[in-house]
């Protein structure tokens, strides 16, 4: 663990809007050289706070216009395996995350699809017949907002 000071922080949200900046770019926005700003992001790197960068894919552009959350509670703990499950939701391409949760669901899958027909389809022939599934309850995804924290600092304006 490393103490992360305020210019740390801002360079924090700064990449949190945009990992493909170089770390010059990032120096620029946030009053540092280019080395300061390789330094620190190496640093965080190095602390494992910074774990990686990813490019964000948009579903939409891609005609994948429905996003639905499904609670699945397995029907027989017991008798399959969680790693069955697992293994074969993960192998399911509309199936962009699975989460193994506590509570009322035993699972939370995040799934995307063309439209309310794909998404039914995707559903009943893919997902009502992995190993063990018993109850499902399905959210679909009307907005969502992505905030990049927390990053332990109130808001914090990087210039562009």
């Known amino acids: 663990m490393i103490d992360l000071d305020d210019t740390d922080r801002t360079l924090l949200r700064a990449l949190a809007q945009d990992a493909t900046l170089s770390a010059g770019e990032l120096g620029r926005r946030i009053g540092l050289s280019q080395p300061a700003a390789w330094r620190r992001i190496r640093r965080m790197e190095e602390a494992g706070i910074l774990t990686g960068r990813r490019i964000e ?85 009307l907005t969502e907002e992505r905030r990049p924290g927390p990053l332990g600092m109130a808001e914090t304006v990087v210039k562009p």
């Open 57 to 141: 894919v948009d579903r939409q552009a891609l005609g994948f216009g429905v996003t639905v959350f499904l609670g699945v509670r397995l029907a027989t703990k017991g008798r399959v395996s969680l790693e069955d499950f697992e293994r074969a939701a993960t192998a399911i391409p509309e199936v962009q995350v699975v989460q193994h949760v506590l509570g009322l669901f035993d699972y939370r899958l995040r799934v995307v699809a063309r439209d309310l027909a794909d998404f039914e389809r995707v559903l009943r022939r893919r997902i009502m017949t992995l190993p063990g599934v018993g109850n499902v309850e399905a959210n679909v995804l």
